[in-house]
């Protein structure tokens, strides 16, 4: 078979990194790599990985960037996030990820070279499955590599972040916090849980025009799973019924519902892409819209502890205002 000069230059790369993983097993120097000293081994969804039992040099690929920085993580390097992520983080947060030297705009445009580079000594990546499978080895070549599949649970994704790279004492406290909100909202509005049917609305920029969604993933699925709120959602094994684009002449329908939510921006304006829907006079006409039962709320994202507070926070300032069923 012949090599084209990128793929020997990966092999030379390859067999490199090989030896050096080799010679580190037998004692490493302080500019070492993979240095030897305690170990543990983690589960991962790739299996059980041993990695160092206090790694300094993490790199995060695809979508452990921003959790594992949530938790109080610093990486030497990181795969890119889209800007409109980086700005519902925290200033602190920020500044860690520009901090981290850039190893590939996604986990399947990773510059090889560049990340063995930093001498990690554990690698955490979250990506599609075949996109993992055509890095896995080169991964595997450079530090412990942990990978877990885009269907993974966020809270165990971030329970395994945390137990790889050694920050579980900030996993600890968000959720100690995320209990506490989460005890609180049970009890302050047991009555309007138990009584209330919920319907979350919502429209992305990837919506066909003049569409919108009854959305049952994201933050919503923290009102429905963790706190029992009443929302419509998929039948097991049916496809989420966000996937669907209703017409907007079906807003209508949405007056059986005795609650709407749907997405707002930090300073709790609809969201740009939601925008559209609210502007309708259907929209505008709708009972739960008329009597102040219409609740806007704000989610940084669902898939660390982090944004997922700030979505209770918004969803008990929302519950605080709504008016009394008649």
């Given at each position: 078979?012949?090599?084209?000069?990128?793929?020997?230059?990966?092999?030379?790369?390859?067999?490199?990194?090989?030896?050096?993983?080799?010679?580190?097993?037998?004692?490493?120097?302080?500019?070492?790599?993979?240095?030897?000293?305690?170990?543990?081994?983690?589960?991962?969804?790739?299996?059980?990985?041993?990695?160092?039992?206090?790694?300094?040099?993490?790199?995060?690929?695809?979508?452990?960037?921003?959790?594992?920085?949530?938790?109080?993580?610093?990486?030497?390097?990181?795969?890119?996030?889209?800007?409109?992520?980086?700005?519902?983080?925290?200033?602190?947060?920020?500044?860690?990820?520009?901090?981290?030297?850039?190893?590939?705009?996604?986990?399947?445009?990773?510059?090889?070279?560049?990340?063995?580079?930093?001498?990690?000594?554990?690698?955490?990546?979250?990506?599609?499955?075949?996109?993992?499978?055509?890095?896995?080895?080169?991964?595997?070549?450079?530090?412990?590599?942990?990978?877990?599949?885009l269907d993974t649970e966020w809270k165990t994704l971030a329970g395994g972040l945390?137990?790889?790279?050694?920050?579980?004492?900030?996993?600890?406290?968000?959720?100690?916090?995320?209990?506490?909100?989460?005890?609180?909202?049970?009890?302050?509005?047991?009555?309007?849980?138990?009584?209330?049917?919920?319907?979350?609305?919502?429209?992305?920029?990837?919506?066909?025009?003049?569409?919108?969604?009854?959305a049952d993933f994201g933050c919503v699925e923290i009102a429905q799973d963790d706190?029992?709120?009443?929302?419509?959602?998929?039948?097991?094994?049916?496809?989420?019924?966000?996937?669907?684009?209703?017409?907007?002449?079906?807003?209508?329908?949405?007056?059986?519902?005795?609650?709407?939510?749907?997405?707002?921006?930090?300073?709790?304006?609809?969201?740009?892409?939601?925008?559209?829907?609210?502007?309708?006079?259907?929209?505008?006409?709708?009972?739960?819209?008329?009597?102040?039962r219409a609740l806007g709320l704000f989610c940084a994202g669902n898939n660390s502890?982090?944004?997922?507070?700030?979505?209770?926070?918004?969803?008990?300032?929302?519950?605080?205002?709504?008016?009394?069923?008649?």
């Amino acid at each position: 078979m012949t090599m084209t000069p990128l793929r020997r230059r990966g092999a030379a790369l390859a067999a490199l990194l090989s030896a050096a993983l080799v010679l580190s097993a037998c004692g490493g120097s302080g500019d070492d790599p993979n240095p030897a000293g305690p170990m543990r081994t983690v589960k991962a969804g790739n299996g059980s990985v041993d990695v160092p039992a206090d790694p300094q040099r993490v790199v995060t690929i695809g979508n452990t960037t921003l959790p594992f920085i949530d938790m109080g993580g610093a990486p030497v390097g990181v795969t890119e996030v889209t800007a409109s992520e980086l700005a519902l983080i925290p200033e602190k947060q920020k500044a860690t990820f520009k901090a981290a030297t850039n190893v590939g705009s996604s986990g399947d445009q990773v510059d090889m070279e560049k990340l063995a580079g930093l001498k990690p000594d554990v690698i955490l990546a979250q990506l599609p499955d075949s996109e993992f499978a055509q890095i896995e080895k080169q991964l595997k070549s450079i530090a412990p590599t942990l990978f877990w599949g885009l269907d993974t649970e966020w809270k165990t994704l971030a329970g395994g972040l945390a137990e790889a790279a050694n920050v579980t004492a900030g996993l600890s406290a968000q959720k100690a916090e995320f209990d506490k909100k989460i005890t609180k909202i049970k009890e302050t509005y047991r009555k309007v849980i138990d009584e209330t049917s919920f319907v979350n609305v919502d429209r992305w920029e990837s919506s066909d025009p003049g569409t919108f969604s009854i959305a049952d993933f994201g933050c919503v699925e923290i009102a429905q799973d963790d706190i029992g709120m009443n929302f419509p959602k998929a039948a097991d094994g049916q496809d989420p019924l966000g996937w669907k684009f209703l017409p907007f002449e079906q807003i209508a329908g949405l007056s059986k519902y005795d609650v709407i939510t749907y997405p707002v921006d930090a300073e709790g304006k609809p969201k740009q892409a939601f925008a559209p829907v609210v502007e309708t006079n259907t929209w505008k006409a709708l009972p739960a819209v008329n009597s102040g039962r219409a609740l806007g709320l704000f989610c940084a994202g669902n898939n660390s502890y982090g944004p997922v507070l700030q979505y209770l926070d918004s969803l008990d300032r929302a519950l605080a205002t709504l008016p009394a069923k008649k």
